[in-house]
């Protein structure tokens, strides 16, 4: 299965939401959804998702904050684990457990802290804070093939400027969706998203 590197952050979902939104965005090009666990039964929205997409889409968490909460993910059936920090504890237990891990990283330290523990990519965050610069300065000294997820502030109309210092995608959050918004809403924004991404990842 492959993806456009666009992360969905459903931070609010329902369970009874989760199913009709992640669709929803599946059908607009977006198949890698997040569940933030600060979000209602948090657990219970990624199993109903990762059962009825488990073809078409990979569902994972984020805000994670245990090791405890890796497990509670990976029995629902979640492939991937976002975390707003770098934890070594969290990022290890997502390494065992064969998940993917996007730990949250600020700065050199953070990111070859990650790197070091087996981080399957970085998550710049705040992205807003950094700036392209900021990014862009810490990419010089970074592995060159791992990638690298603009989070927080990241929206299609400045995409360009993230991808011009070398990330790979981005993480998009109340952009898509906030808590009761229309399912036709989001698929329109995902849709917009996921042009935006395209026409910065063919330049």
Same mark, same amino acid.
């Given at each position: 299965m492959t993806h456009r590197h666009i992360i969905?952050?459903?931070? %609010?979902? =329902?369970?009874?939401?989760?199913?009709?939104?992640?669709?929803?965005?599946?059908?607009?090009?977006?198949?890698?959804?997040?569940?933030?666990?600060?979000?209602?039964?948090?657990?219970?929205?990624?199993?109903?998702?990762?059962? #009825?997409?488990?073809?078409?889409?990979?569902? /994972?968490?984020? =805000?994670?904050?245990?090791?405890?909460?890796?497990?509670?993910?990976?029995? #629902?059936?979640?492939?991937?684990?976002?975390?707003?920090?770098?934890?070594?504890?969290?990022?290890?237990? =997502?390494?065992?457990?064969?998940?993917?891990?996007?730990? %949250?990283?600020?700065? &050199?330290?953070?990111?070859?802290?990650?790197?070091?523990? %087996?981080?399957?990519? +970085?998550?710049?965050?705040?992205?807003?804070? +950094? %700036?392209?610069?900021?990014?862009?300065?810490?990419?010089?000294? +970074?592995? &060159?093939? +791992? &990638?690298?997820?603009?989070?927080?502030?990241?929206?299609?109309?400045?995409?360009?400027?993230?991808?011009?210092?070398?990330?790979? /995608?981005? /993480?998009? /959050? =109340?952009? *898509?969706?906030?808590?009761?918004?229309?399912?036709?809403?989001?698929?329109?924004?995902?849709? *917009?998203?996921?042009?935006?991404?395209?026409?910065?990842?063919?330049?």
């Open positions: 969905a952050i459903l931070r %609010g979902v =329902t369970p009874d939401e989760a199913v009709p939104v992640c669709t929803a965005l599946v059908e607009a090009g977006i198949t890698l959804i997040e569940v933030p666990l600060n979000s209602p039964n948090a657990v219970d929205s990624i199993g109903r998702a990762a059962k #009825a997409l488990s073809n078409r889409a990979e569902i /994972g968490a984020g =805000t994670v904050l245990t090791p405890e909460d890796v497990r509670a993910v990976a029995g #629902a059936g979640g492939t991937f684990i976002v975390s707003p920090d770098t934890n070594v504890e969290v990022i290890s237990e =997502t390494v065992r457990l064969e998940l993917k891990s996007y730990p %949250g990283v600020f700065s &050199p330290t953070d990111a070859f802290a990650a790197i070091r523990a %087996g981080a399957t990519g +970085l998550k710049f965050f705040p992205a807003e804070v +950094l %700036g392209a610069r900021g990014i862009k300065a810490m990419k010089a000294v +970074l592995p &060159p093939a +791992l &990638p690298l997820y603009a989070v927080g502030g990241a929206n299609p109309d400045n995409f360009h400027e993230y991808f011009a210092v070398g990330c790979t /995608g981005f /993480g998009l /959050g =109340t952009y *898509l969706f906030k808590p009761g918004m229309d399912v036709a809403d989001v698929s329109e924004r995902a849709k *917009l998203a996921v042009a935006a991404y395209d026409q910065g990842a063919a330049k």
